[in-house]
């Protein structure tokens, strides 16, 4: 039964989005999928879809007062309210929310601390992942999230058990949930590892055409309006909806795959180079979920297409430059080249790319808005395309630059590929914001040495070390009646490694013109950002020609925005180095106030020739004194050589290294960067 809450948006009523419609049901009609991750711009309705879904689903049996949500045949046997045989009740399907600031003790669950100080008993206090089972687990912006705390999600999703092994407690407890996770893909992406622990990825777009983005616009304003009878509206629908969801679920366990067609999916998967054979596993499961949905007895060509379409995209992509998405006219031909000669009777005599997988045996008709519509692919829309100047000859000499910057002119150089390069690393004391670069001190990783709380901390609980709280409270103590106190907490200070905020300064004058000098420079700090990419670094890019400094981009995570920036990035002008110091330690400032903890590296690529603009060494004096670590990368070129790079890296107080060696193999794999905090 769906319990009527008319203040939430129905799912019936959200506009189009029909592929990111059909990935959220395949995933609550079989958990095993692995959950969905919806990538998209921000108001594409993606929160609103996923918090819509949950009065889909038909309320759940659990024990009064159940911490576990256990099912009636299968409690947990720690679970106090199930041996107590507290009745059973219904209550709605969860949706726990998991907050962006989460740690791992809230996420798994962990001893309450109050009941082990206080009482000397271990008791295991359970976490969300407790809370989610049976139900749904929602992680907004997933991409921002912990990667270990990303880890045990997926690892839960996956085993549909979570493993407790902390603290002096050994246990486990099921876990089966829906995942969804939603991120905007500016903001960052996930690792490869872990988006492919995810079944399914959909892309939601903002739609195009003006009369349905008046329809969304015309719904929202009368839900807000009247939430009552506009919920009122749609409750039929609604209803409808979650009738097939249960219908589905009852349906899929006795749904299999044809040998041919898992053939198919074998080959598909091959054919676009899909690592491991998750991807295949996963795609038979959804394609199960999507026939059961669809009401056939077996999947055929419509719903393995489908399937094709939510499971491969985000698997298909290697590396943080590359498209997300796949090539739909390669997906037909893949499959009409193993498509078995023995067709079940789906009611899928039609192959062609607009067949939406409805059935006309007699299973429920899809809803309006709702189903395996296969209309458009928008992950394939954001593909970038290089600049057309990058088809252009690379063979401009030296000498050509001289006249760019007396015509002023401005060209745009095509980027090298990415390359290795030297690790960039500078070890600090201070404590710094959480990465995978420099060595220093930071809230998560190694417990280093354990020291008394000062009486103006709080202790987190993940800091606390309760052993040493518990010998420092024994030591004192002169009867058992006598409380914890503050003075008897222990924090453990932890080691790891930062991340950083770097600065790419880059040099776009008319003297870096020379398209094949530019690709480097670009080849460079594209090999700087995939390293960026892999450290978990924020990136900001500023470049400075003709009589001032721009920042193209500020701080981000997401090296594809960063990258798309730098492919457009033009040259010409005269050199105005110090006004791009200037422009970079005023970045610093303004970003160091918001983040205090990540300490920002300089990168500065020019050839050195100043020749406009303020004079160099104010700035570098300021970003001395400010302590910034960093390096110089000498982009000059040809037999007679200025050295301004060089100096100007002496002013700074960084090392300087030329662009040739600092992608060369001979070059020290780690650049040890001085350390200034």
């Known amino acids: 039964m769906i319990v009527s809450d008319p203040k939430h948006y129905p799912f019936s009523a959200i506009v189009g989005q029909d592929r990111l419609k059909t990935a959220l049901i395949a995933g609550a009609i079989d958990q095993r999928i692995g959950g969905v991750v919806i990538r998209g711009q921000k108001g594409t309705a993606k929160s609103t879809a996923v918090r819509a879904l949950r009065h889909l689903l038909p309320d759940i049996d659990v024990a009064s007062g159940c911490q576990y949500q256990c099912e009636a045949d299968r409690p947990v ?3 106090q309210a199930c041996q107590r045989d507290t009745g059973r009740v219904d209550v709605p399907t969860p949706l726990v929310e998991l907050p962006i600031g989460a740690g791992e003790d809230r996420l798994v669950g962990s001893v309450d601390v109050e009941a082990a100080l206080q009482d000397g008993t271990t008791v295991f206090q359970p976490g969300l992942l407790a809370s989610a089972h049976r139900g749904l687990l929602y992680v907004d912006e997933v991409n921002l999230l912990d990667d270990h705390l990303v880890d045990v999600l997926l690892d839960a999703a996956a085993m549909g058990v979570n493993r407790v092994e902390r603290e002096g407690v050994s246990l486990e407890h099921p876990a089966r949930f829906s995942l969804v996770g939603t991120m905007n893909a500016e903001e960052g992406e996930l690792r490869p590892q872990l988006l492919d622990r995810f079944g399914l990825s959909v892309t939601a777009d903002a739609p195009g055409d003006p009369n349905e983005r008046a329809e969304v616009v015309r719904r929202r304003l009368r839900y807000e309006t009247d939430p009552d009878s506009f919920a009122a509206e749609f409750a039929t629908r609604e209803k409808e909806l979650s009738d097939r969801i249960v219908a589905a679920r009852e349906r899929v366990s006795g749904i299999t795959v044809s040998d041919g067609w898992l053939t198919a999916i074998a080959r598909v998967c091959a054919g676009f180079e899909v690592d491991g054979l998750r991807a295949d596993i996963v795609t038979a499961r959804t394609a199960v979920a999507l026939a059961a949905w669809n009401g056939t007895t077996a999947p055929g060509r419509p719903e393995v297409r489908e399937a094709c379409l939510l499971t491969l995209p985000h698997r298909k992509r290697r590396g943080p430059f590359d498209d997300m998405g796949i090539d739909e006219d390669e997906l037909d031909r893949l499959l009409d080249d193993v498509e078995p000669p023995e067709q079940e009777d789906n009611g899928d005599d039609d192959p062609g790319p607009d067949d939406d997988g409805d ?19 928008p992950s394939d829309s954001s593909a970038s395309t290089s600049p057309s ?13 001289s006249q760019q910057s007396a015509a002023g002119e401005q060209t745009v150089a095509a980027s090298a590929a990415p390359q290795r390069i030297a690790q960039l690393s500078s070890r600090s004391r201070t404590r710094g914001s959480a990465g995978r670069r420099s060595r220093g001190a930071t809230d998560r990783g190694a417990a280093v040495r354990s020291r008394p709380c000062r009486w103006d901390e709080s202790p987190r609980r993940s800091d606390l070390n309760l052993t040493g709280t518990l010998t420092a409270w024994a030591r004192r103590r002169s009867t058992r009646s006598d409380r914890i106190e503050k003075r008897d907490y222990r924090i453990w200070e932890r080691s790891g490694k930062q991340g950083h905020l770097i600065v790419l300064c880059v040099d776009a004058s008319g003297s870096m013109g020379a398209r094949k000098r530019m690709a480097a420079v670009k080849g460079a700090v594209r090999s700087l950002l995939l390293d960026a990419y892999q ?3 924020l990136v900001s890019l500023v470049t400075f020609r003709g009589s001032s400094a721009a920042t193209v981009l500020d701080p981000t995570s997401s090296v594809e ?44 690529v020019t050839d050195g020739r100043v020749n406009a603009g303020r004079s160099t060494s104010p700035a570098s004096t300021a970003l001395a004194r400010q302590g910034v670590s960093g ?22 107080g960084m090392s300087c290294v030329r662009l040739e060696e600092f992608a060369s193999e001979s070059l020290s794999r780690t650049i040890e960067l001085a350390a200034r905090g």
């Open 77 to 79: 046997p720690y679970c």
């Open 359 to 377: 059935d006309s045996s007699g299973g429920p008709p899809p809803p309006p808005s709702s189903g395996g519509s296969e209309q458009e692919e």
């Open 389 to 401: 100047e990058s088809r252009e000859s690379d063979q401009d000499s030296p000498n050509d630059r």
């Open 535 to 537: 450290r978990r670094d």
């Open 561 to 604: 925005v960063a990258d798309r920036s730098l492919q457009v990035l033009a040259t010409g002008g005269r050199t105005p180095l110090g006004e791009g110091l200037i422009r970079s330690r005023d970045l610093m400032v303004r970003h160091g106030r918001k983040d205090p903890l990540r300490r920002p590296l300089l990168v500065v």
């Open 631 to 652: 390096i110089v990368i000498d982009s000059e070129s040809g037999f007679v050589r200025t050295n301004g790079a060089a100096e100007i890296a002496e002013q700074l």
